[in-house]
T-cell receptor, first 111, second 114 residues
Framework: GEDVEQSLFLSVREGDSSVINCTYTDSSSTYLYWYKQEPGAGLQLLTYIFSNMDMKQDQRLTVLLNKKDKHLSLRIADTQTGDSAIYFCAENSNSGYALNFGKGTSLLVTP | EPEVTQTPSHQVTQMGQEVILRCVPISNHLYFYWYRQILGQKVEFLVSFYNNEISEKSEIFDDQFSVERPDGSNFTLKIRSTKLEDSAMYFC????????????FGDGTRLSIL
């Protein structure tokens, strides 16, 4: 099966930028997604990028996509303590219905 | 903003008992999904559902699992005879269309099997 890979932990200081990286496997994915999970909560669709785009910006969030290397990143500018959460990268499966998730990157923002 | 809602938030059940997890997808969405997340592991796809039929299911979704849309708003996951290893967070999701579309998730039901 395919694996979506992410680093497990990231710690940044409040006000700094955070960059969360992901490598995916299915080059036919139409969209690639970032979900946020706060403690005890569900999966919040944070942002997503169409596969024919290189970059998408949405307020403090910037998504970069390198299709050649199958690399996706999420940059959070001016990181706040409220951004502390687990961030999941996801791609569509070969069938298109299921989402394949990475194991999640736990972001800790310290004052 | 419309949300996917799931009930109950926490379900405790004895091993071997049947359990039904309930979801109300976003009202104009047509595709519905169930995922599970065992503690400390990644989110895993169980099943997708469209037009009163299963469109895809994973290896996890064996004969003890079933899904149903009993009315115009609810979408349920039934586990017929629960095992200890069914303990997990179960997430429902929906999307307006099916293939390769963003999916919106509920807050999940934590299922604990004793």
């Amino acid at each position: 099966g395919e694996d979506v890979e992410q680093s497990l932990f990231l710690s940044v200081r409040e006000g700094d930028s955070s960059v969360i990286n992901c490598t995916y496997t299915d080059s036919s994915s139409t969209y690639l997604y970032w979900y946020k999970q706060e403690p005890g909560a569900g999966l919040q669709l944070l942002t997503y990028i169409f596969s024919n785009m290189d970059m998408k910006q949405d307020q403090r969030l910037t998504v970069l996509l390198n299709k050649k290397d199958k690399h996706l990143s999420l940059r959070i500018a001016d990181t706040q303590t409220g951004d502390s959460a687990i961030y999941f990268c996801a791609e569509n499966s070969n069938s298109g219905y299921a989402l394949n998730f990475g194991k999640g990157t736990s972001l800790l923002v310290t004052p | 903003e419309p949300e996917v809602t799931q009930t109950p938030s926490h379900q405790v059940t004895q091993m071997g008992q049947e359990v039904i997890l309930r979801c109300v997808p976003i009202s104009n969405h047509l595709y519905f999904y169930w995922y599970r997340q065992i503690l400390g592991q990644k989110v895993e796809f169980l099943v997708s559902f469209y037009n009163n039929e299963i469109s895809e299911k994973s290896e996890i979704f064996d004969d003890q699992f079933s899904v149903e849309r009993p009315d115009g708003s609810n979408f349920t996951l039934k586990i017929r005879s629960t095992k200890l290893e069914d303990s997990a967070m179960y997430f429902c999701a929906s999307s307006p269309q099916g293939l390769n579309q963003p999916q919106h998730f509920g807050d999940g039901t934590r299922l604990s099997i004793l």
